[in-house]
């Protein structure tokens, strides 16, 4: 028999600095290009994500971790789509292989279909995520600055889930705010 570690679900309004530092101190041990050094200052790549998932092991350490960005996804028939952007998934190296970050994306689903969300979107390789329902995606655009059509800038590597029948949208499509 299989035992699953549990999942923990966490409002980044609640993280205090010892989670913030657990978060960082993970996050900064998953993340290692040279850009991924933000992670020593603080618990985000460019956007804090409102809700986040966490596994530990038995002695307590955080040991996995996925985020949850709450955005508004535009499409040029005018339709406002609540989408979840996934980020900063990671497993610590030395827990890596156990099936957490489908665990995690399963939790994160689970909820964003609870909460009305109609799509997921995430950066990421297409054959870590397919089993979880993303399909590569060639027409979304971010918004750094709202709708400033100048700062629109093509997404590449990404990857989107529906949550309802309703279809991933044709022709552009577009997420305000920075990456994640």
Known sequence: MTLYPEITYVSDASVDAALDHELRELLAACFTKPEDRVFKERRYFNELPAHRWV???EAGALVAHIAVHD??????????HRTGGIAEVCVHPSHRGRGYV???????????????FVFSVLFGISRNYASSGYLPVDNLFLDANAHAA???AKASGALAVAFTPLAWPEGEAHLPGPSF
């Not at 955005?71 to 406002?80: A, P, S, W």
């Not at 489908?102 to 009305?116: I, P, Q, T």
Request: hydrophobic share 45%.
């Open 71 to 80: 955005k508004r996804l535009f499409d040029d028939r005018g339709g406002v």
């Open 150 to 152: 100048a700062t629109r």
């Open 55 to 57: 596994i530990r092991d």
């Open 102 to 116: 489908k665990l995690l994306v399963a939790a994160a689903h689970d909820w964003m279909r609870a909460e009305g």
